[in-house]
C-alpha cells in the first residue's frame, strides 16, 4: 500500500520526522546499534511471539470461516489482495507487542511503523488470495530483528494447525519437533518454488525460470513466500527464490531455513528491510547452483 504516508519517530535513537508509506517504510531506520538484549529479555519475546501466532490465527480462521459471505476486499496492486481479516490480524500483533515491549519498533505490511534497532517485523495474513478463495494455504509471519539479524522467526498456517517456530542458535521446529533441510544433491531432482512479483518484468522472471527448467528441476508456486520458506526449512521444498520480496514476507522464513541448516542471502543487505530485495533460501546441495543460475548471490559469513 503506497498512497499514504504519515510521520513516525524512530524509538531508542532520538531520529524524528522520518516517513513511513502504508504496506512499507520508506527509508532504513538509520541509528546506532542498541545494547544486545539478554537472554532472558529475549526469552520472553520469544514466547510473546509464540503466543500470537496462536491468537493471530485464531482471529484468521474466524475470518477465513467467513469465505463466501461478504467481506470486503481492497485492490492494493496487480494481484495484490487486502481483506478486512488482515487488517484486524495485524492490529491485534501491533497492539499485544506494543503492551508487551514499547520500546521495540515495529513494521507490517498493512499499517507501516516504527523504526527501531530492534524491530518485529510483521505480515499478518501471507497468502491473502488464497485466504480469499477459501484455499488452506496461507500464513501469519512475525519476525524480531536485532541489530539488523533476525533473531526470532514464527509462522503459523492455522488452517493446517503447523506453526513453525526459530530462534536464532537453538534450530527451528514444527509443532514443536525439529525440522532439518531437505538432503537433495541433484538438481534434476530439486522442487523449487519461484515467487512472482509484479516489481519485476515478466520477461525477467519466466528467463529465470526458464533456466530452472532447462537444468531439470521442478518448479511450482503456491502463492505464500513466507509458506515457501517454511516449507524449504522443512524439507518439503528443495529451494525457494523470488527477484523481489517484501521484509514481511521473507525475515521469518529464512531464519527458519538457516536454523534448519539451509542457506540464504543477505536479505538486509542495502536497504532490504524498507524496499525489499531478491531472496535465495536453499539446501546446501542445490543452493550454489540455483544461485549461480538466477545471480542471486548467498551468504558466505
Not at 544486545?36 to 485464531?58: H, I, Y
Not at 501491533?94 to 521495540?104: H, I, Y
Not at 530452472?212 to 505464500?224: C, M, Y
Request: hydrophobic share 40%.
Amino acid at each position: 500500500m503506497a498512497s499514504e504516508e504519515y510521520p513516525v519517530h524512530f524509538a531508542e535513537d532520538g531520529i524524528e520526522g522520518a516517513t513511513v508509506r502504508t504496506g512499507c517504510m520508506s527509508r532504513a531506520a538509520a541509528h546506532p546499534k542498541a545494547d544486545r538484549l539478554s537472554e532472558a529479555e529475549m526469552d520472553r519475546r520469544a514466547e510473546v511471539c509464540r503466543k500470537l501466532l496462536v491468537t493471530a490465527g485464531q482471529l484468521a480462521m474466524e475470518g477465513y470461516a467467513r469465505q463466501g459471505a461478504v467481506q470486503p476486499v481492497a485492490m492494493k496492486g496487480p494481484q495484490d489482495f487486502l481483506t478486512e481479516t488482515d487488517g484486524k490480524v495485524e492490529e491485534h500483533i501491533r497492539a499485544t507487542l506494543a503492551e508487551a515491549f514499547p520500546q521495540d519498533g515495529f513494521l507490517g505490511e498493512e499499517g507501516g511503523g516504527i523504526g527501531s534497532a530492534r524491530m518485529w517485523v510483521v505480515d499478518p495474513i501471507d497468502g491473502t488470495a488464497n485466504f480469499m478463495r477459501g484455499i488452506p494455504h496461507f500464513c501469519i509471519s512475525i519476525a524480531f530483528v536485532e541489530d539488523g539479524r533476525s533473531e526470532i522467526g514464527g509462522i503459523a498456517n492455522p488452517a493446517i494447525g503447523e506453526t513453525y517456530f526459530a530462534r536464532r542458535g537453538q534450530g527451528a521446529t514444527r509443532n514443536g519437533a525439529p525440522i532439518r533441510v531437505s538432503p537433495t544433491q541433484a538438481f534434476d531432482r530439486a522442487f523449487v518454488e519461484f515467487g512472482w512479483s509484479p516489481r519485476i518484468p515478466n520477461r525477467d522472471y519466466l528467463d529465470k525460470v526458464s533456466l530452472v527448467w532447462a537444468l531439470g528441476a521442478n518448479v511450482r508456486r503456491s502463492g505464500s513466500g513466507a509458506l515457501g520458506l517454511a516449507y524449504v526449512a522443512d524439507g518439503r521444498s528443495d529451494a525457494y527464490a523470488e527477484l523481489h520480496i517484501n521484509s514481511w514476507d521473507c525475515l521469518a522464513g529464512l531464519l527458519l531455513v538457516e536454523e534448519a541448516g539451509g542457506r540464504v542471502n543477505r536479505f538486509l543487505d542495502g536497504d532490504g528491510m524498507a524496499k525489499g530485495n531478491p531472496v535465495l533460501a536453499a539446501a546446501p546441495g542445490v543452493a550454489a547452483t540455483l544461485s549461480q543460475v538466477i545471480g542471486v548471490p548467498l551468504d558466505d559469513g
